[in-house]
């Protein structure tokens, strides 16, 4: 997932309406102003490259010691200080090390992979796992009798820790790439649709740190339209990536053939630049890509996405659990709401609405009320006024909305009801947009995959723009979420949802 989201904006980013126009003739000093006005030295990038390693490194070292530390104080309570701390730190000072080591191994410290939280969340989930078991193995050698109390409860801290210390990373580093900064300098080698759509991405979206100088084509043509400058081809791309200040290549394999991407690589590695190579694919999670040898030739599979068997069970009673859990701690809020909903204006309390479910079968979603009671016959006359594009409808000052219904929405307290829907298996906690009956005549081909799961009460649509999104970017994250679902994409979702609701982004 910001970070859910990157591999569909591939697909998803349209070249900017800006032409550049490439001719062979043209000497190689002959580039856009804007190559030579953000031109840097070269150690400058090993600077920043260095202090954004050190900054995540040390980030999970004051994790790790905060997590040792506080299980070790959880387990002297629970001894009522009887027995001696020293093996435990001893081993926590000896184990240090190897956790960073074990992080190392899960590439977490690669500045460029800090982009979101549900591309983090399963490595960071295994490199704590792994992290813990290694701790174990440290107080075997040692030979010291571990409390497990003091393992166990270190790695739930530590989990806790790391999502924090992760969280504060990608803050600073998105802050950071917004000013220009941590940012790695690079050419794109291609000028086909992929090679645009990845340009204007990268450039676009400065959180995945990248800065992309220019592109390079086949053949010189006149007219190409590129969101950024287009070099020269690439048949001098060695000396135009020299010529130009950057650190990496991106070489988008669908544009280049397969022998000169090969070519490219080589020579452009043993330069000492960083080389990248597109898979081609859109719409399909990093994670279910495995790079595996086939003969001498490697290739990528994809693991297909299980809806069924012990995921679905899985999902199941993460469901139950949750809403369950959910509806006990929270109805007294609703008691509240409903009672302030019955002063502000006639009507029922609850709002019910058909509403398509699983495999297209229709189910009534329960909702605070948080319009006036005949909102739904007003609808007609409000339509020229719709600020949403398809088959959705927003307003920014909807008057069929009650004031307390402003206060419910604000705060996403109206959809807590849901929560019963959840429970009685009509919808999912994490899951697309539950769609109206009506909304289904205007889909296009393929919408209906979304189908082949429960709608949720939150989403990837959700938190990522929610109201401010289009209809389009709807569709995306819905069929997105469909296509490369996991247990883990669901935790990433309901972590992200909480800042969401909690700063009311997206929401009216």
Known sequence: MDAVASAWAVRDAAPAQTAY????????????????????????????????????????????????????????????????????????????????????????YSAAAVTSLTAELGRILH?????????????????????????????????????????????????????????????VIGANAEALAIAQMLNTNAELGYDVLGVLERTATDGVVSPVPVLGDWSDALDIVQSVDVS???????????????????ELMELGYHVELTSGLVDISADRLIARPLGRRPVMYVEPVRLSGWRAAAKRGFDIVVSAASLLVIAPVIAVAAIA?????????????????????????????????????????????????????????????????????????????????????????????????????SWSDGLENRLRVKPGITGMWQVNGRSSSSFDDYVRHDLYYVDNWSLLTDVAIVIKTIPVVLLRRGAY
Request: net charge positive.
């Open 341 to 441: 909903i019955k002063l502000d204006s006639r009507g029922p309390v609850f709002f019910m609405q058909a509403r398509v479910g699983r495999n297209g079968k229709l189910f009534r979603v329960r909702k605070l009320r948080t319009m006036i009671a005949d909102a739904e016959q007003m609808l007609e006359v409000l339509k020229d006024r719709n600020e949403a594009d398809g088959a959705l409808f927003k307003m920014q000052d909807d008057p069929r909305i009650t004031r307390v219904g402003a206060f419910l929405r604000k705060w996403s307290i109206d959809e807590l009801p849901q929560l019963w829907n959840v429970l009685l298996g009509e919808m999912s906690i994490v899951g697309p947009r539950p769609a109206i009956p009506s909304e289904m005549s």
């Open 248 to 266: 990496g290549v991106i070489i988008a394999t669908s544009a280049v053939d397969i022998a000169v991407a090969n070519r490219l690589a080589r």
């Open 127 to 187: 490199a704590v796992a792994a992290g813990a078991v290694c701790m174990a193995l440290v107080g075997v050698f040692l030979g010291t009798q571990l409390s497990r109390v003091w393992l166990v409860v270190t790695f739930f801290f530590a989990l806790l820790t790391m999502l924090v210390g992760r969280a504060f990373v990608r803050r600073t580093f998105k802050r950071a790439r917004a000013r220009g900064q941590l940012k790695r300098r690079v050419v």
């Open 21 to 108: 126009s490439a001719r062979s003739d043209a000497p190689q000093n002959a580039l856009h102003p804007r190559i030579v006005a953000t031109e840097v030295p070269k150690r400058l990038h090993a600077h920043g490259s260095r202090a954004a390693k050190l900054i995540v490194v040390g980030t999970d070292t004051v994790a790790v010691i905060l997590a040792m530390a506080a299980a070790a104080w959880v387990r002297h309570i629970a001894k009522d200080g009887s027995e001696s701390m020293t093996p435990i730190v001893v081993t926590a000072a000896l184990s240090l090390p190897v956790w960073l080591c074990v992080f190392a191994r899960y590439k977490l």
